[in-house]
Nanobody
Framework: QVRVGESGGGLVQAGGSLRLSCAASGRTFMGWFRQPHGKEREFVAAIRWSGGNTFYADSVKGRFAISRDNVKNTVYLQMNSLKPEDTAVYYC???????????????WGQGTQVTVSS
C-alpha cells in the first residue's frame, strides 16, 4: 500500500530556508508540487527512487534541492533563498512512472502550507 504524507511547512521571512519532508513508499517517482492561493497546481521538483535522478522547475533551480533517504523511505525538499512568490500549499506525490505532470501522480499527501513574508 502506498502512503504519502508531508511535514515541515511554516512561516519564514524572505531569504530564509525551510525543509519539507515526505514519508513515502512503494512508488517509482516522487514529486513535489505547489498550489498558490487561487492558482493551479504546479510542478516544483521530482526524484527517482532508484538512481536518485532529480528534476526541477526553472523557478526553483539553484534554490531548492530534492533528496531521498531510502532507509527512512523519506523524500526531502530543502528550500533556500525563499521568496514571497514561493508562498503556496506544497504537496508531495507518488507516481509509478517518471513524470512531472501532476495528472500522472496517483498518490497525494494532504499538503503543507509554506508562507514567505517580505
Amino acid at each position: 500500500q502506498v502512503r504519502v504524507g508531508e511535514s515541515g511547512g511554516g512561516l519564514v521571512q524572505a531569504g530564509g530556508s525551510l525543509r519539507l519532508s515526505c514519508a513515502a513508499s512503494g512508488r517509482t517517482f516522487m514529486g513535489w508540487f505547489r498550489q498558490p492561493h487561487g492558482k493551479e497546481r504546479e510542478f516544483v521538483a521530482a526524484i527517482r527512487w532508484s538512481g536518485g535522478n532529480t528534476f526541477y522547475a526553472d523557478s526553483v533551480k539553484g534554490r531548492f534541492a530534492i533528496s531521498r533517504d531510502n532507509v527512512k523511505n523519506t523524500v526531502y525538499l530543502q528550500m533556500n533563498s525563499l521568496k514571497p512568490e514561493d508562498t503556496a500549499v506544497y504537496y508531495c506525490a507518488a507516481s509509478g512512472i517518471s513524470t512531472i505532470d501532476p495528472r500522472d501522480y496517483d498518490y497525494w499527501g494532504q499538503g503543507t502550507q509554506v508562507t514567505v513574508s517580505s
